[in-house]
């Protein structure tokens, strides 16, 4: 290896240090996202690893959340990115697995580059450019390697198929499951190798049955780490909420503006962020490519561009309402999300920008100085993607999760938290339960149906009152949220906020019923007599980012 690419090694480790750097430096006080993040998954493996129910049974179920969540809602227990979050501080355990997923992320796509797709030595500079800009996306954080593992499972199949007998490869396939999501990424990706491995044999190239038992290993590993998930899909009875989600409502004019959109933009949970640079290197190179008629040459280039936007149409016509018919036959196409074939195209992608700088470099030096600086120019763009800028005006972790302003609601109210339910308004329920209240109101992919519709009667009235709302909540229900029709699917209100409650019309009877006691509200209710509602007090701290109006159920006739 020249020792210029040793220092570019060097360097590239050097920048993914700097990049997750905040976690450590900042501690609580650095910024990270919200959405399917602070408001979920963080507050889910604190309440897993409290509850005692990290091996619970298959049928065991989590009291601290809507009078008993099935344990298997909170996935399995087999997982890298739940260990850390029982080892570490919850700050720590982040910052642990982002680091670890950029570094593994980096050597995955230099692997696969320099062994499969740009071998040779003068490719250097474009297999590590390439891949530490895709080292550097902003994915999903709890996703852990489910798509940014995608290129070293890749490197590992590829050398398989090739006949590779190392034991390194099967290394990767084994340990990859326990660190990654099968549906989250995954089950796409594999059942794409296997449509690979079928097309190979339909085109004559023989059974290649070690490359087959290679993909079979990895699904079973994959079923049996997500054990949980697959005894709820095949062997539990009791209906979930998962059984209203209906997800194909978009008319055609929707789809084909959804299939642009995702083609420039991409998604939230694999933000490839190439819109601005990566976009528009690959269309000139794919210019260059046309105008010198290097078909044949540049056939994997090409391939990958067809595929990049394939995947984005898939993604968008799966929203189509043309798909209504057999949604209604096989309600396995509502609960399981196939659009997320859309997962492979960050590895696509960058895949594809490594390819479009070569093209770049064999144009000559000019060319080179273009590609050289696009590789920059991305490398600026990720550094202002860092959550740390990205977020830098909404609550850091210690602001969003409170925990000494809620330490002082626990201490007034002075019950043991297990005697008592709460729920919510204006803040994510997900703050109250990582504080260790025991909530009626939550945020989880499934829970059972019967309890969603027991909810939906303390809300009645308020969704009545807005259509976005009640759509929300009835086609999907994930937000098992105290919906307020003045307020919309807003969900922080910091203490800055002037806003007030006005019309409150919650059903506190069935609200105490379930065990309701209190609610916590991020606003004041200015018709709280009318609902039953009594002003306890109101809680506010420097470390917050929340006022807290403490609101006691006072229930008619005094129970």
Not at 135 to 146: D, I, Y
Not at 502 to 530: H, Q, W
């Amino acid at each position: 290896m020249p020792s210029i690419e040793k220092r570019l090694l060097l360097f590239s480790f050097v920048a993914i240090a700097l990049y997750v750097s905040p976690y450590f430096v900042l501690g609580e006080d650095a910024h990270m996202r919200v959405h399917d993040n602070l408001d979920s998954n963080i507050a889910w493996y604190k309440v897993l690893t409290r509850s005692g129910e990290l091996f619970g049974p298959v049928d065991g179920v989590i009291p601290q959340i809507i009078n008993g969540l099935p344990r298997n809602a909170f996935g399995t227990e087999f997982s890298g990115i739940v260990w850390l979050h029982a080892l570490f501080p919850s700050i720590y355990a982040y910052g642990l697995s982002q680091a670890a997923t950029r570094v593994l992320a980096f050597i995955g796509m230099y692997l696969l580059l320099r062994k499969h797709v740009l071998p040779g030595e003068r490719w250097g500079w474009i297999r590590i450019g390439s891949s530490l800009t895709f080292a550097l996306t902003p994915f999903w954080p709890s996703g852990m390697l489910s798509t940014l593992g995608m290129p070293l499972a890749l490197w590992a199949f590829l050398n398989i198929r090739g006949g590779e007998r190392s034991w390194v490869n099967w290394a990767v396939l084994t340990l990859l499951p326990l660190y990654s999501s099968f549906v989250l990424g995954f089950f796409f990706f594999l059942s794409a190798l296997g449509i690979w491995w079928l097309i190979d044999v339909i085109r004559g190239k023989g059974w290649n049955w070690r490359f087959l038992a290679a993909i079979v290993y990895m699904t079973m590993l994959y079923l049996a780490v997500d054990y949980r998930l697959v005894h709820s899909l095949l062997f539990s009875n009791e209906p979930t909420s998962r059984d209203e989600y209906f997800h194909a409502r978009l008319p055609l004019w929707r789809v084909i503006r959804l299939t642009f959109k995702n083609y420039v933009l991409g998604h939230t949970h694999v933000m490839t962020v190439h819109g601005l640079v990566i976009l528009p290197v690959t269309l000139v190179a794919l210019y260059i490519v046309w105008k010198r008629k290097s078909w044949r040459r540049e056939k994997l280039f090409l391939i990958l561009h067809g595929l990049n936007f394939a995947l984005s149409t898939w993604y968008a016509f799966w929203f189509y309402k043309g798909w209504l018919p057999l949604t209604e036959r096989f309600d396995l196409l509502d609960k399981f999300n196939f659009a997320r074939y859309h997962f492979l195209r960050p590895m696509v992608i960058y895949v594809l920008f490594a390819l479009a700088l070569k093209i770049f470099w064999q144009e000559g030096r000019r060319w080179r100085a273009v590609g050289a600086a696009a590789i920059v120019l991305q490398l600026v763009v990720l550094a202002l993607c860092n959550e740390e800028i990205v977020y830098r005006d909404k609550p850091s972790f210690r602001e969003f999760y409170a925990e000494k302003q809620f330490a002082a609601i626990r201490r007034y109210i002075g019950r043991p938290v297990h005697t008592y339910r709460v729920a919510s308004i204006g803040i994510h329920p997900a703050i109250a339960q990582y504080n260790g209240f025991y909530t009626l109101d939550t945020y989880n992919n499934f829970y059972p149906l019967e309890y969603k519709h027991r909810f939906r009667r303390i809300i009645a009235k308020e969704l009545a009152k807005n259509k976005k709302l009640r759509q929300y909540f009835d086609e999907w229900g994930g937000r098992c949220y105290l919906f307020v029709d003045e307020l919309g699917k807003r969900y922080m209100f910091q203490k800055n906020s002037k806003r007030t409650i006005r019309n409150l019309e919650l059903n506190t009877n069935v609200f105490y019923d379930m065990g309701g006691r209190y609610i916590f509200s991020a606003l004041p209710i200015e018709n709280a007599s009318k609902n039953a509602l009594s002003l306890e007090r109101v809680f506010r701290s420097k470390e917050s980012a929340w006022t807290i109006y403490l609101y006691k159920v006072v229930p008619e006739g005094g129970r």
